[in-house]
């Protein structure tokens, strides 16, 4: 911490947060808590009036969003943050994109990202969220690519060997136990399961009608469904690949492949 020589001493913390959840971060902050609490947002008075208590030591815990953080990196930079928390980190999941690219530049000892899908297309993904915490520390982006991303992406096709799934799944067991524990906190429900009402489910049964039956067989009866259907099955042509991979690759009639429709 750079200010623990001033007395009395407090952390200044940043909370950025998508604009829906900047109003709650302030309410359960000032439910559970006794901090000094403001929000950077709105008018330029306001703001700068927000800025200026955050600078002097006034305000321990300012929140902001990411568009205006965006907006006012180099104002808000000016201030040496002791964390910075990111909520729904995954928005920086895209390390070209301007957002990413402003947090990055963020000026602050610890950062801390929460998130409840930290992949949510790409393995580089997650790369990308803990490089933004832990910058450096995995190295560079082949090297993720090349030791974890690509042998999980072979390991999950439907084509893979079972030299490469076992590759995977030794590659997906490391990452689980050996590298994630050091970035991760996961807050699991049986932390809070006591807190929860019991489960209850209702299942109520809703009978097609008459023409919803009939569309949805005919949709079942069409070209599209019978190739998906059978596409694991191995081809008629006797080459031992799988139908899908080989004759029937495309639609009737059409050079639009299954894979895309479907």
């Given at each position: 911490m750079r200010r623990a020589d001033t007395k009395p001493w407090y952390p200044r913390v940043l909370i950025i947060c998508p604009g829906s959840l900047i109003q709650n971060w302030k309410n359960?902050?000032?439910?559970?808590?006794?901090?000094?609490?403001?929000?950077?947002?709105?008018?330029?008075?306001?703001?700068?009036?927000?800025?200026q208590a955050a600078k002097s030591g006034?305000?321990?815990i300012v929140i902001t969003t990411y568009t205006t953080y965006k907006i006012s990196m180099n104002f808000l930079n000016l201030i040496e943050w002791d964390c910075?928390?990111?909520?729904?980190?995954?928005?920086?999941k895209e390390r070209s994109s301007?957002?990413?690219k402003a947090m990055n530049e963020v000026n602050a000892l610890c950062r801390i990202g929460l998130t409840g899908t930290a992949i949510q297309n790409k393995y580089e993904e997650m790369w990308t969220l803990l490089n933004w915490t832990n910058p450096g520390r995995l190295g560079p982006l082949s090297t993720w690519v090349s030791s974890i991303a690509?042998?999980?992406?072979?390991?999950q096709s439907h084509n893979a060997t079972t030299r490469q799934l076992k590759i995977a799944r030794e590659t997906a067991t490391r990452l689980r136990d050996n590298l994630l524990p050091n970035f991760f906190l996961r807050r699991m429900k049986s932390l809070i399961a006591h807190q929860l009402p019991?489960?209850?489910?209702?299942?109520?049964?809703?009978?097609?009608?008459?023409?919803?039956?009939?569309?949805?067989?005919?949709?079942?009866?069409?070209?599209?469904?019978?190739?998906?259907?059978?596409?694991?099955?191995?081809?008629?042509?006797g080459s031992g690949k799988k139908a899908g991979w080989c004759c029937k690759t495309h639609l009737p009639d059409s050079n639009t492949k299954w894979q895309v429709r479907a």
């Open positions: 359960e902050l000032e439910r559970w808590g006794w901090w000094h609490v403001d929000k950077f947002h709105g008018d330029a008075r306001a703001k700068d009036e927000v800025f006034r305000l321990e910075v928390v990111a909520d729904e980190c995954h928005l920086l301007a957002t990413t690509e042998p999980l992406r072979i390991g019991k489960k209850r489910d209702t299942v109520v049964f809703c009978k097609l009608t008459e023409y919803q039956r009939d569309a949805y067989e005919r949709f079942l009866d069409s070209e599209i469904v019978q190739i998906v259907k059978y596409a694991t099955e191995y081809c008629s042509c």
